[in-house]
């Protein structure tokens, strides 16, 4: 059974840094592609990050520069490094897991559907 379990979210200040982890069992790091998106309330589900089994990144246009998604094979940990955190970045933030696929992922993915694995969400909250 596949469980991805988010943690690391909370309150910062506008210009502040946190980091996301994701820590998951039941799926090898290796194989699918894994990201994160994140849904404000009242907005549409964001794709902000994803990361391919190669190791390749992708990033949303408005967290380019200022995020960064990686992975720790070892400990079946999955990161995503927030920095100059901006009021609009406020949401909940979700790590993702698909299964194996033979082409590359991109954020844009999560715009149009749910990832195939989920976690329960972690609060980011940025104040201005």
């Known amino acids: 059974q596949v469980q991805l379990v988010e943690s690391g979210g909370g309150s910062v200040q506008a210009g502040g840094s946190l980091r996301l982890s994701c820590a998951s069992s039941g799926i090898t790091y290796n194989g699918g592609c894994m990201g994160w998106f994140r849904q404000a309330p009242g907005k549409e589900r964001e794709g902000v990050a994803t990361i391919d089994s190669d190791g390749s990144t992708n990033y949303a246009d408005f967290v380019k520069g200022r995020f960064t998604i990686s992975k720790d094979v070892q400990k079946n940990t999955l990161y995503l490094q927030m920095n100059s955190l901006k009021h609009d970045d406020t949401a909940l933030y979700y790590c993702?897991?698909?299964?194996?696929?033979?082409?590359?992922?991109?954020?844009?993915?999560?715009?149009?559907?749910?990832?195939?694995?989920w976690g329960q969400g972690t609060q980011v909250t940025v104040s201005s």
């Open positions: 993702a897991a698909n299964r194996p696929m033979p082409f590359p992922c991109y954020p844009s993915d999560y715009d149009r559907s749910l990832p195939n694995y």
